[in-house]
């Protein structure tokens, strides 16, 4: 082999970073246009209600199990870690606020939006993306039917409309299992810890729970219609489609969830 051959054979540091973040831009790129295209066809008519329809019921109703479990369960272990935590300082009366503000703010959209990222985002793009590969996506537009009006939208609209109640449902069970445990294990009083919920909670850390539910309602169906829509290779590629789906909602949540609430934090001030 001659050094010119060796030169061309060896890796190139520079050129895989290069390629590496021409592929991410372009990613991103492809992120934006596609959520720019689904946002207007689910706002702008023709509207496909029945599609709607069946979003809502799968992604809220069929979702309220897997939230409601994990939000109990979620408040009764946080009430007894600050209850142990609190004891070193001697602050255990504190424990029904925290409680009450971490899951409000916090632990209640967040858990939601990761449980909807497991369930949802990844049966969107199984859906999608079986849809991608038998031909029924090219289908529809010999058809004349917009699939992002009738796949996309619909999927977009109702995740923005239901994860917001979702975390309603979830911040109010998850107060409920962290009474449960303080009431039954810890010794208060269950009008005191209720009433001490109540006058701390203000309007405001529940309203900004249910913004950053909306918006993570949003990246969750946005990830899956994405992924499956984009999908190739066959049965393989519709597997790496949901795959990609869950993985990029969790990682966008967590990353929305730190600017919303740095966002949050610097208004308030």
Same mark, same amino acid.
């Given at each position: ?21 021409? %592929? ?34 799968? +992604?809220?109703?069929? $979702? ?21 935590? /609190? ?14 503000? /971490?899951?409000?703010? *916090? ?19 199984? *859906?999608?993306? %079986? ?5 029924? +996506? ?11 009006? =009738? ?16 975390? %309603? ?8 299992? /962290? ?26 850390? +529940? +309203? $900004? ?14 990830? /899956?219609?994405?992924?499956? =829509? ?12 949901? @795959? ?13 969830? =730190?600017?919303? @609430? ?8």
């Amino acid at each position: 082999m001659t050094a010119q051959a060796a030169r061309k054979a060896a890796p190139n540091p520079v050129r895989a970073i290069g390629r590496s973040t021409l %592929a991410a831009i372009s990613t991103v790129g492809g992120v934006g246009v596609f959520a720019v295209r689904g946002v207007v066809a689910a706002l702008t008519p023709p509207w496909f209600f029945g599609q709607l329809w069946r979003q809502i019921v799968a +992604i809220g109703f069929f $979702s309220l199990p897997v939230v409601g479990l994990t939000a109990v369960f979620t408040g009764a272990a946080l009430a007894l870690n600050i209850f142990t935590g /609190g004891g070193r300082f001697n602050a255990e009366q504190v424990m029904p606020q925290i409680v009450a503000l /971490g899951i409000t703010r *916090e632990l209640g959209p967040v858990l939601a939006a990761l449980m909807l990222a497991g369930r949802v985002s990844a049966a969107i793009a199984a *859906e999608i993306g %079986a849809m991608r590969a038998t031909e029924q +996506i090219d289908a529809m537009r010999t058809l004349s039917t917009d699939p992002f009006r =009738y796949l996309v939208g619909p999927r977009l609209l109702a995740g923005v409309l239901m994860l917001p109640i979702l975390t %309603a449902v979830a911040d109010t069970i998850g107060i409920a299992g /962290g009474w449960l445990v303080a009431t039954r294990v810890l010794d208060f009083s269950p009008t005191v810890y209720i009433r001490n919920t109540i006058s701390f909670l203000e309007s405001w850390d +529940i +309203i $900004s729970g249910l913004i950053k539910a909306g918006v993570f309602g949003f990246i969750v169906t946005l990830m /899956g219609c994405y992924h499956g =829509y984009n999908a190739s290779g066959g049965a393989r590629g519709v597997g790496r489609a949901t @795959t990609h789906a869950v993985v990029s909602s969790a990682i966008l949540i967590f990353a929305s969830d =730190y600017l919303l @609430t740095t966002f949050f934090t610097h208004a308030a001030q």
